[in-house]
């Protein structure tokens, strides 16, 4: 049975490669995109997007809604720092044919999902915003989902904006607080997990070279500012995929090695732990467990499920 997708993206370089997976994967079938506050300019992340289906090969086919341009309640932030301006560090890609749907993210979201209960698996790549808004407005559509894939947070780990958390809850820990609560079938794909286990090495980023086809031409371009941060942050060869580790087990679950279901929640008030997931691996929170958050992935499988779709 083919994966009904929607993803939820905030377009930089690995929410793109994500995107790729979702598209040219076998396995599924992508029939929205939700654009979402994050990493880039707004308008900036909306072309990103319209490209990147179009290096697809889908330009035209799926349909883009442009949802919240800020956070419920944090200060408006992104991660341009992180991108480059254009979220793809200067590649300077040429603008898409295809436009963006008249119809909001939220209003979409809400919409789909009830036209077809149980169906969609959605990939949460951004902050949580736009879903945050949709299970605010109509409840009902956090049972109406098959699963929701969410990269975000840390298990209980340092992140990557500050030492308590990573980017997507940061920019919004309000609505990734919403969200995690609402009742949606959650998995999470954690930002220390991307660090330990889903990185591409330099050799590893050769034999993507090696393809040369046009979607592999496109993931060399956008992705050498990702290497150039990752070296000179964090000290490591290569680049990190945390977006598309979320696609590739939305397409191919046997990537899951290990995955434990624990209660989560996220600080909103903290003055130096804002954006923090709580994973009470303990069990002293006295709450039932609302989220599967992947500890163990194949990795050969999700460079080899990269390799597949760039071909």
């Known amino acids: ?124 790549q951004a902050p949580l915003t736009n879903l945050a808004c949709a299970v605010a407005a109509d409840r009902s559509i956090a049972g109406k989902v098959k699963d929701l894939v969410v990269m975000g947070g840390t298990n209980n780990a340092v992140g990557n904006v500050t030492a308590a958390a990573e980017a997507n809850f940061w920019h919004d820990p309000e609505a990734a607080k919403i969200v995690l609560n609402a009742g949606f079938p959650v998995t999470l794909v954690t930002w220390d997990l991307t660090m330990t286990q889903g990185r591409f090495n330099e050799a590893q980023l050769r034999q993507i070279d090696e393809l040369d086809t046009p979607q592999s031409r496109f993931f060399a371009k956008a992705n050498r500012a990702s290497v150039e941060y990752v070296k000179k942050t964090h000290g490591v060869e290569g680049s990190t995929h945390p977006d598309s580790i979320a696609a590739a087990i939305a397409v191919e679950p046997s990537i899951i090695k290990k995955a434990t279901e624990y209660y989560v929640d996220i600080e909103t008030h903290g003055s130096i732990t804002q954006g923090y997931m709580l994973v009470d691996a303990v069990r002293r929170s006295g709450h039932e467990p609302n989220a599967r958050v992947v500890e163990e992935i194949d990795q050969d499988l999700f460079f080899e499920t990269m390799l597949k779709v760039l071909s």
């Open 1 to 124: 049975m083919t994966l009904r997708l929607i993803h939820d993206v905030d377009t930089a370089q690995d929410d793109a490669f994500a995107l790729l997976i979702g598209m040219r994967h076998p396995n599924s079938n992508v029939e929205a995109v939700t654009v979402n506050y994050g990493n880039v300019n707004f308008d900036q992340m909306v072309e990103n997007t319209l490209y990147t289906i179009e290096v697809a090969g889908f330009g035209g086919k799926i349909p883009v809604y442009e949802g919240c341009r800020l956070p419920l309640i944090a200060p408006f932030d992104d991660s341009s720092y992180v991108h480059g301006v254009d979220g793809f560090g200067g590649a300077n890609f040429p603008k898409a044919k295809q436009r963006s749907e008249s119809e909001n993210a939220v209003a979409a979201l809400i919409r789909l999902i009830n036209e077809n209960p149980g169906e969609f698996t959605i990939i949460a």
